[in-house]
């Protein structure tokens, strides 16, 4: 079974990581089209002085004491490796929520995406691999690059945001144009971030803080400090505020970078002079409004599974990132057992049919492929539950089926009759309750 996840940020990790306990001798593999993993959780990297780093993205994995109960699975180990500990500094402006619980990356985000990636078991790992196409061919995905690599799996799953989806070539297109409505629903918001190196301390009371009035930067940290790591080097990292954001994202992000530098100099003059600078465009920051009822993921097709999840589809935090994962393996496990259980009944219903076929009579034949094509077809619309109860349905009427053959053997006619009445009777109601 080989399973492509299209995406190396934390949706994708959590989703390997799931998977890989549920299907344990799965084959998995993860392309992204950027250079490492992380996402939107990304950490960038001095020029300088590749120690120093900062945070690009996610700056707080902010959490309850019911939700890490309730995900064990995923905090636990985090908190006990030390991936995650809990935030330290003092941050000017943060909202504070009694129940709430919030956690720094101490060696920096892109470093808990690849520690579930680990924990994932990734079989192989392709980066600089932007997927351009999608193409279903004899049952299985043929996932294709934008430079020509090419390859064949069972189950596709994609968490790019969701205006990346609708970018996609080949018959996936279609799928994602069927959901285009609801998809389009989805909307994110739009940031700079400005990463100012300044490999020598900073010193101030605070480590981070939420600034307010302020027309181009709405929050500032001292990465190292916010990260619990005062001895390291010094970079500070700016977000623009979102109007800010959206009112410039089409502009260059040279001319931008200048802006911003200049304002960080109006807001703290008395900082020295940043070794290096690097200015970061987020066209889609954060999810301002999830897919309708925030499902945590779509299922696109169940015959091959394909599944489309993200912050998208559940909202843009950590916590809602484990519940798309989640929900993702659920369809993934469901449409695989669906799949074996049709290939399962319809190798045992076969049998029974053809020692039938001696005496066929044209109603039990339409009887039968109208049960096998309902089958089909709302396993194509990606109706599990209903797939399922048909499915079950189908060989109890199966069974029958045999009975009634002896039966009517027998000659007791009226058994095979009611046979027909029954499948009729079912599919009746499925029409009814979809
Ligand atoms: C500035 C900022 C601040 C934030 N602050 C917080 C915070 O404090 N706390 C918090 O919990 N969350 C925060 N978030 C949100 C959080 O980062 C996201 O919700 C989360 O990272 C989304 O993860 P994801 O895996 O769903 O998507 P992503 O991280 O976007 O991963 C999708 C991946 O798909 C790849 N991709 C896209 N198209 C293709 C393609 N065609 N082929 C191959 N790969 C492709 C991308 O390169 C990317 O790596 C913040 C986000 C931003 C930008």
Redesign the pocket.
Known sequence: MKILL?????????TGMCLRKLLPDCNISL????RG??????TTRCSLNPSCTA????????TTEEYMKANGDVYNHLISEGILEPLKCHVIGMRHQDNTKNFVVPNG?SFL?KNILQQAKINETKFS????SIDLEDGRWIVE??TGEKDYFDVVV????VP??F??EGSVKRSIQSLAEPLNTVTY?A?Y?LVLFYLENINENWGAQYIDNNPIFRYVSIDNIRRNQPENLCAVVL?STVSFGAKHIEDSIPDMEKVLVSQAKVLFPNWPEPKAVKCHK?R????TNTYPDAPGCVLVSSSAPLVI????F????????IQ?SKSICQKVVEALEVGKLFQDITDRSVKPTLDMRHSPSTKQRLAESRVVNRCLSIWQAANIHACVFLFIAHIKVNEYLCYSQYEQLLGKQHMCEDVYLLIGELVRQLDHRM
């Open positions: 299209v995406g190396g940020g934390i949706t994708s990790a959590l392309w992204d089209k950027a993993a992380g996402g939107r959780m990304a945070d690009l993205g996610a700056q707080y994995i902010t985000t995406v691999h932007h997927v351009s690059t934008k994609l968490t790019m945001p990346q989806l970018l996609l918001s940031r971030v977000h987020w889609y920051s954060q999810v999840g993200g912050d998208a559940a909202g843009s935090k950590f916590d809602n990132c798309s």
